[in-house]
Structure formats: C-alpha cells, structure tokens
C-alpha cells in the first residue's frame, strides 16, 4: 500500500478486505472448535437483548394483567425468566472463557510467524531501516489487532442481530420511530471515518520513533551499556531523549482525542434528542391506554437497545477498518522476500560437503544504499590446508571479504568459486555448515555454557564429550569444568544465578563454538579485541595447530602475531595491495613495513618499561 499523502480513501479501505480470507485462515488455524464455538454463541448473544426485552415484558404484561386466584400462570412466567437469565449468564461466562483462550492462541501463532519471518530475513534486509520499521509495526500490532478484527466482526453480527431483533420487536408499534433510531447514525459515520484515517497515520508515522524510543530504553535498562552511560551520565540525557519521544507521542493522542471528544458530544446530543423523542411518544400511548405498562418498559428498553447498538455497530465498523489498514502492515510483513539466499535457491542447488579450495576471482562490492566500494578487485586463490593472515586498517574491507564468503551478501561483482564452482550454485545452508566462524561481534548468550557452545553444532549439543573437547581446542577446558556447574552452568547475568565472565573468556567461549563445527573453513575475525597479546599470540597458535587439513583465516590488527602465518593479506581501501610471508611483505610492502615497526616499536617499548619496572620494583 501507498502511504505517502495523508489520507486513505474508500479504495484503501476496500483494499484491506481483500486479506480477510488469510485472516480467517489465520483463525481457522489457530484452533478451529474454538472458532467455531465464538461465532455460534456471537450469534446467541446477538439475540438475547431482544429476548431478555421479551421476557421482561411477558413477565410484567402477565402480572398486570391476570386475574386474582390464578398465580400458577405468574409463577410460569415468572420460572421462563428465571431459566432465561441463567441460560444468558451461562453462555456470557462460555463465550468469556473461550474468547481468552482463543486470544491467547492467536497471540502466541503471531508472534510465532512473526519471529519466524525474522529468522528468515537476510543481513540485508536487518539492515535496512524500511524493514526494520515494518517489523516493529507488526510486532506491536501482533498482539491485538487481528484478534480485535475477529472481536469486531463478531460485534458486527452480533449488534445487526440485536437491531435487526429489536426492530422487528418496536415495528408491532411504531415502525418510522426505529427506522429513525438506526439511520442517524450513520450520519456520523463519515465523520468518524475520518479521524480513524488520521489516527492510523500518526500510528503510521510512529514506527521510526518507536525503535528510537526501544534503542534509548535498551541503553538505559542494558549491563552492556550501563557501565558508559554510568562514566559519561548520560542517563538524563537519554532519558530527555526519551521523554521527548513520549511528549510527541501523547501530544499527537490528546489532539486526536479531543476531536473524537467534539464529534462525540455533537452526535451523542443529537442522537439522544431522538432517544427522548421516542420515549415521549411510547410515554404518551401508555397514557392514551394504547400500550400495557409492561410493554412501555419493553419499548423504552427496545428504543435504547436500538441507539446504543447501532451506535456501538458504527464504532464496530469504523475499528474494523482501522484494524484492517494495520492488518495490511502485518501481511505485508509476513510476504516480505528474504534477502538471505538460504530462502532464495532452487531445491536443485548443489550441497557442499566439504571445502577444498575458495577462489575470489576480481570480485568488489558496495554494500547496499552506498556508492564507495568497500571491497575492489579483490583476487585470491586458498587450497586445503592454507592457513592464512588477512591484515590491514580499520575499514580496509577484511570483515567484508569474510560476509562475502558467508554469504550474507550476495550482489557483488566478479565471482566467488568454491572447489570451482560459482558459490551462488550451492546451497547456502551446505555452505554455512561448512563454515566455523568467530566474528568481530561474536554473541554472548545469557544460556547455560553448553548452549554457548553447543550452538556451533545444535544437533550434538547434548554430547559432554564433545563440548569439552571443543573447550579444549579453545583453551578453556580447565576453567569449564571448575564452573559450579560445570557446563551446565548459566553464563552473563541477564538471568538468575548467572555466572559472569571477562571479555577475554567470553571469546575463547566463541571460539570454542566456532570449533564444535566439524567445518572445513575456519574463521576468526579480530580476536584482537578482547583479548591481550600473549593470548591472542597463543589463539592464533592453537588455530594453526589444529587446522592441519582444513581452511584458516585469521584476521587481526596485531601484525606482531600474525607475522606468523604462512600467508599474509595486507588490505587497504578494500584491495589487496600485497601477499606474501611476514619477511616478504617486509621488503616489498612499504606500508606495512611502516605499520609493523609501529606496533613492533610499540611493544618494544612497553617490554622495555616494564622491565625498568621490574627492576625498580
Ligand atoms: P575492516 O573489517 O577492515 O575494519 P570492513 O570490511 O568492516 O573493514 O569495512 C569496509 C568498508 O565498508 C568500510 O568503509 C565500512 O565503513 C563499510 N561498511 C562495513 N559494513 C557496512 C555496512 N553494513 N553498511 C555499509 N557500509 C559498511
């Protein structure tokens, strides 16, 4: 759907109908007895209004008019009203219960469908706001709206029916009087119309601000934040920020409110002024001996019955339309076309077993919505067994060199083979499996240690003779099996009795998920980070060792542990400006040459300081 002027006409509306049947599969599926059982006892509780109207004029009617002696017949009516209200009560408490349950189920389905949509968007798409945005739009309209749709439609029948009913039951008096009760209105209608429309806009418009507002609440209520914002005092800050969000929000709702409130006094009064009207004549006829004082009660009950139904069944449309337009963001989001090639290759694609060589053949790519390309020209052949080294600034394209290879992104020039063939051929999922990787960014799950690292390889997750072995390949056996509960034991302290860890020990944790995968390529993508450099020289020795027959690439910033490897890439502006052995990148690469003195001098002089302190100490 166009949203980009500030109104939605009678086609939008119309529009939004067209994915009632998905919605009532949606609820078909959901639970079909209770389905079934809600529309039924709506339409029970469409009637019984005008029935209870019936009973009470029978009742009073009878009374008034039976003779003295003959009470049996009063007592009659009288036990008819009485299984009448319990029988109205009974399917009041029914329907309440399985309307809870029901909602729950559909609640539960969409965020279901909703998160599993998530799981299969690509990099691409996570980073693209307009998706980001749509998400968090379905993710609050989960909740209620189709639930309210379902709710709505059953007002709907159930409000025609008491009408329709109560019409019928006020024709036998005065038919023009009804007729006039339900024709004013929809008077009022367009007029509601209307503002529902600007509603939804400002509803519309709300996505973007709503994550801002998500972020600021995350920062304020996350420990990965909390330390910086602590150090900083930002929290008023961002705690103005959020306000401000919130003040936006609550303006926009008071000025939508009061409008509602105007046009709600102007119709209320008019349609009341009826209301009273028609009293006045069933007053009068009582007065003139034309009607029983039992249908008085009956017709002045009816009369109100006519105007506030058919007022609520004006709102009920109004909301279903409303609720529609929201629905529409809901399916569209569901219909979004994954970015993620896993979801994008034919049955027929080809599975990897194992991978014995990668060559990247004049492949440069630019990420999506920007023009400078983070990786040029980029050519490079690695057999089995190659361990290699991939140096170079920040910015310089190795982070993306290795997306590339993990697919994440896909719409880049030049070609990628593996084992020879165009990697788009295989299938992604094959390609995946093959690989073990530690990213810049690893996770840090607030789960038990086996979860940490049993994800590598969810299948054998539950085999403690393997995690601990993936543990040891990352060093950490040691320290896994003096944990209290030993891998059992809940990491982080997002949850309760957690058991807290530096960064140091958290990466060696992904390392050690990188290694749960039986991969043939392995990549570990700046472990600089959290690690010092006599760890970081001892991962990158263990990672060497232990990948006899398969893939390395190591990435860092530290050109004093990686002069160790085999082969180094030396990247800078997105190409590879030279490869070799640390001694051969040393005679032929002057920038490199440059940057290793640089950090060689910098340890040099810190080796140097602290031995004068040891000497002074
Ligand atoms: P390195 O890993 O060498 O530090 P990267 O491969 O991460 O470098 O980045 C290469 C270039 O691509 C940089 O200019 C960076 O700003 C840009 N870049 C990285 N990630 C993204 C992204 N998701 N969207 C847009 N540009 C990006």
Redesign the pocket.
């Known amino acids: 759907m166009q949203l980009n002027n500030q109104s939605i006409d009678l086609k939008n509306i119309l529009h939004s109908f067209s994915y009632w049947p998905r919605l009532f599969c949606l609820f078909w599926n959901t639970h079909k007895v209770y389905f079934i059982s809600i529309t039924i006892l709506s339409f029970i509780q469409g009637i019984l209004p005008v029935l209870s109207l019936y009973m009470t004029q029978l009742l009073v009617n009878t009374i008034v008019t039976t003779d003295t002696g003959v009470f049996d017949e009063i007592l009659f009516v009288f036990l008819l009203f009485i299984i009448f209200t319990i029988f109205k009560e009974v399917v009041n408490l029914i329907t309440e219960y399985i309307d809870g349950l029901f909602q729950t189920l559909l609640t539960n389905k969409l965020n279901f469908m909703i998160l599993d949509k998530s799981n299969t968007l690509g990099q691409e798409d996570f ?1 693209n706001s307009e998706v980001q945005d749509q998400l968090k739009r379905a993710q609050q309209e989960t909740g209620y709206r189709p639930y309210q749709i379902f709710q709505q439609i059953l007002s709907i029948i159930t409000s025609v029916i008491t009408v329709i009913s109560s019409i019928v039951f006020l024709f036998y008096w005065n038919w023009w009087v009804a007729l006039i009760l339900i024709v004013l209105p929809s008077f009022s209608f367009l007029s509601f119309i209307k503002i529902s429309n600007k509603e939804f806009f400002v509803f519309w418009n709300r996505a973007g601000r709503n994550r801002q507002s998500w972020y600021l609440t995350h920062l304020l209520t996350h420990d990965k934040a909390f330390k910086e914002v602590k150090i900083y005092n930002i929290g008023r800050l961002l705690l103005d920020q959020y306000n401000k969000i919130m003040n936006g929000f609550y303006s926009e709702d008071k000025q939508i409110a009061t409008r509602r409130l105007k046009m709600s006094l102007f119709f209320g009064l008019i349609n009341l002024a009826c209301v009273f009207f028609a009293i006045y004549l069933v007053i009068r006829d009582t007065y003139l001996k034309q009607i029983l004082i039992g249908s008085f009660i009956s017709y002045v009950q009816a009369i109100i019955l006519i105007q506030t139904t058919s007022e609520r069944l004006m709102h009920s449309v109004i909301n279903l339309c409303q609720h529609n337009l929201f629905i529409e963001q809901l399916f569209s989001y569901l219909e979004t076309k994954s970015n993620d090639p896993v979801y994008r290759r034919p049955d027929s694609a080809i599975k990897l077993e194992v991978i014995e060589s990668i060559e990247f053949k004049n492949v440069s790519f630019s ?1 999506p ?2 023009e ?1 390309y ?1 990786l040029k020209n980029v050519s490079l052949i690695l057999e089995k067994g190659d361990k290699i080294a991939i140096v ?10 290795i997306k590339l290879l993990c697919q994440l992104y896909e719409n880049y020039e030049g070609e990628i083979l593996i084992n020879g063939i165009n990697l788009k051929l295989y299938d992604t999922a094959s390609v995946r499996e093959n690989i073990g990787a530690v990213f ?1 960014d690893f996770m840090q799950y607030e789960m038990p240690l086996r979860a940490n690292i049993g994800f590598g390889n969810f299948k054998h997750m539950h085999e403690d003779e393997l995690i601990y072995k993936a543990a040891e390949k990352a060093g950490i056996a040691a320290f896994a099996k003096a944990l209290p509960n030993k891998i059992d034991t809940q990491l982080g302290k997002w949850f309760p009795g957690g058991f807290q860890l530096s960064g140091g020990q958290w990466q060696k944790i992904a390392i050690a998920r990188a290694f749960f995968r039986d991969a043939s390529l392995y990549i570990l993508d700046e472990p600089s980070a959290a690690l010092d450099p006599e760890s970081e020289k001892e991962v990158f020795d263990k990672f060497i060792q232990l990948l006899d027959n398969k893939i390395g690439i190591f ?1 860092s910033h530290r050109y004093t542990t990686t002069k160790f490897a085999e082969r180094i890439i030396y ?1 800078e502006d ?1 190409e590879i400006k030279a490869m070799g052995s640390h001694q051969e990148l040393m005679e032929d690469c002057p920038d490199y040459y440059y940057l290793y003195n640089l950090q060689a001098d910098s340890y040099t002089d810190n080796d140097l300081l602290s031995t004068k302190n040891v000497v002074n100490g």
């Open positions: 980073e990420y919505g920007t400078n983070a170079g600034k920040n910015g310089s394209g190795k982070s993306t060199f810049q990435i990247m997105g």
